[in-house]
């Protein structure tokens, strides 16, 4: 008979608000398994915490690993940062940057939402989640350099910080009251921070919910890392909807919905598919509905054609009742994407701006089967707010004036159900 291969593992313990649900392990022949804990799957499932709204859809969520190779399974991996700032903690770490395990070791304990992941010594580890690697004898192991740091998904260069009494931001992985994002400039396009000040500023003037936001000038930011930054002298910030007096409120995102990984976020899912989840499992579903039909507008009123599975969220604010989050990450791209005519995804099969309508919206609506009536009015009421209050906001906000001559021209040549000026 054949002897059993032996491998070393390590795990993470994965907690969600203090409450321990499963187990990260890693294998060094570089398989990881999340396994969910037998005392977490048989608590009631109306009292039991939302680690992923997919455990609404499919009953049996929690009774099957997780495995993957390198990457971690999507509901974990899209916690972890993507583009450049993933490249730069993996050199830092001296690390593959496809290779999440020791990312998430270094960034576990300020992820974004509320779950967390700690290291287990070896020898704790339970049995439950080493029963899922057969033919091989685990040798349990310390993880080394299990130095916490902070993660924040996303492509753009972006810390998490608090904001201290005297208006300065400090970089750092600890939350408090006042807990932000700060995103810093491109060294690619010019004044983005600016550009989504602006875009989000328009956004909240007909009625898109928002954290709060401002501009910081660079030299307000402290413990900023060495990293090589254009001549631009501010910073975007935006406070964290996943942190509220101190504490962590639980998030996911639509790839984390969708169990897609972060370079699927533009692929194999729609916009219906995202207004029919909320409106089925949310008991404010057609609220929610609503809310997003309106950011959707917003989007295309602003040509931002960046509104992927990632850049749309849900929020738990009482760990349980999945709500739409707050928007983020509104930038209006025409600017920086010459010939730029398209949304991210597909609504009702068109991603075309120009060729979207009302009628365009309707199909989106019965498609997802969400009542058009009510969709209907509130994307009349937006675009009679952007029509009044947009052309002359836009000359007081900070954007470039050649963006801004850009986005005057695209709303120009929207559809008559949606054009501007």
Avoid: C
Avoid at 232 to 253: L, N
Avoid at 273 to 291: D, E, F, M, R
Avoid at 307 to 318: C, E, F, G
Avoid at 342 to 365: D, I, R
Wanted: aromatic residues 8%.
């Amino acid at each position: 008979m054949a002897s059993m291969r032996v491998e070393k593992v390590e795990g993470l313990q994965i907690t969600l608000n203090d409450q321990k649900v499963g187990v990260l392990t890693h294998y060094t022949g570089g398989k990881n398994i999340l396994s969910f804990s037998p005392d977490f799957a048989v608590l009631d499932k109306r009292d039991r915490p939302i680690v992923s709204f997919t455990q609404l859809i499919r009953e049996n969520y929690f009774e099957l690993p997780q495995v993957s190779t390198q990457r971690l399974s999507p509901v974990l991996s899209n916690l972890l940062p993507e583009g450049a700032l993933r490249e730069f903690i993996s050199r830092e770490l001296k690390v593959h940057s496809e290779n999440e395990f020791p990312l998430m070791v270094h960034l576990g304990a300020n992820l974004p939402g509320a779950l967390k992941a700690t290291p287990i010594a070896a020898g704790e580890l339970p049995a439950w989640a080493l029963a899922h690697r057969e033919q091989v004898e685990a040798v349990q192991v310390n993880i080394d350099k299990a130095v916490s740091k902070q993660s924040l998904a996303g492509i753009q260069m972006k810390f998490s910080s608090v904001r201290a009494p005297d208006k300065r931001f400090n970089i750092n992985e600890e939350d408090n009251s006042d807990s932000w994002i700060i995103k810093v400039p491109s060294n690619v396009y010019k004044q983005v921070p600016a550009n989504e000040y602006t875009a989000m500023r328009l956004a909240e003037s007909v009625g898109i919910d928002i954290p709060e936001i401002q501009l910081v000038k660079l030299t307000q930011l402290h413990n900023l890392p060495d990293i090589r930054l254009p001549d631009e002298e501010y910073a975007y910030a935006i406070r964290r909807f996943d942190r509220s007096k101190g504490k962590r409120i639980h998030t996911e995102d639509f790839a984390q919905v969708f169990e897609l990984y972060s370079h699927e976020k533009y692929e194999k899912k729609n916009y219906e598919q995202i207004v029919n989840a909320i409106y089925l499992h949310s008991p404010q579903g057609l609220k929610n509905a609503q809310k997003m039909a309106k950011r959707l507008l917003v989007n295309i009123l602003l040509a931002n054609g960046d509104a992927h599975l990632k850049n749309w969220s849900l929020i738990y604010p009482d760990g349980i009742t999945p709500q739409l989050s707050p928007a983020y990450d509104i930038v209006s791209t025409l600017p920086y994407v010459k010939g730029e005519n398209g949304a991210a995804l597909n609504m009702a099969k068109v991603k075309n701006w120009y060729e979207t309508n009302m009628e365009t919206f309707k199909k989106w609506a019965e498609r997802a089967d969400v009542p058009w009536q009510p969709i209907a009015v509130h994307l009349s009421e937006t675009m009679e707010q952007a029509r009044e209050l947009w052309p002359t906001m836009l000359n007081e906000l900070p954007m470039l004036e050649s963006s801004k001559q850009v986005l005057k021209e695209h709303w120009r040549e929207l559809h008559s159900d949606f054009r501007i000026g």
